[in-house]
């Protein structure tokens, strides 16, 4: 992204309380039960969420003992979250008369739990650390959207909205493989 687009996406003037302009249910949806409604730093409160919610998932999967190389609870949570919030930031957008506001964060969600397909469960829960490096890695790519994710803020309404932390989730998780193997060694 040049300066121009930056300055264009971020440099607006924040209307507070947006999300008001939409109906509970899908700003409880959007803002991810609330943590996107942080004043500061939303993006940053709806990826911290999601780690939060991480360990508990991570836990209940490992003890049920699905434990299959890559992450299956996380890649189906992961992409059940990616399809199930489009229509809901559709509407927000559409209720609210903005284009990927702060304060939606459900694809901050989604991009955490992509990164975390790429560790097993049993990894999580043995290192809990690697959450807080799944969400620096993921906060990096979606903050400074290197290696084509600002192209996937491109497409059309929603799709924009969550493909970019999606792709984002994809290289922290990358990213994560080497951490893992270096916690197995």
């Known amino acids: 992204m040049n300066k121009e687009e930056l300055k264009q996406k971020y440099g607006k003037k924040r209307v507070p309380h947006e999300w008001r302009g939409t109906d509970r249910f899908t700003a ?3 803002t991810f ?3 996107g409604m942080s004043p500061k730093a939303p993006g940053t409160m709806g990826s911290l969420a999601a780690a939060v919610v991480a360990y508990p998932m991570a836990l209940a999967a490992s003890q049920s003992g699905v434990m299959i190389g890559a992450n299956i609870i996380f890649l189906v949570a992961s992409i059940v979250v990616f399809f199930g919030a489009i229509p809901f ?5 559409h209720d609210t008369g903005t284009e990927d506001p702060g304060w939606i964060v459900i694809d901050e969600v989604c991009g955490v ?3 975390l397909a790429f560790v097993p469960t049993g990894t999580i829960v043995a290192y809990p650390w690697i959450l807080a490096i799944a969400f620096g890695l993921f906060r990096f790519f979606d903050i400074l959207k290197p290696l084509g994710i600002h192209r996937f803020e491109k497409f059309p309404g929603a799709w924009g909205v969550m493909a970019d932390d999606l792709l984002g989730g994809i290289y922290a998780g990358l990213l994560l493989i080497p951490v893992y193997y270096a916690t197995t060694l």
């Open 28 to 30: 409880l949806v959007t």
């Open 33 to 35: 039960f609330g943590s």
């Open 89 to 93: 930031v559709n509407k927000a957008m």
């Open 113 to 115: 739990f992509m990164a």
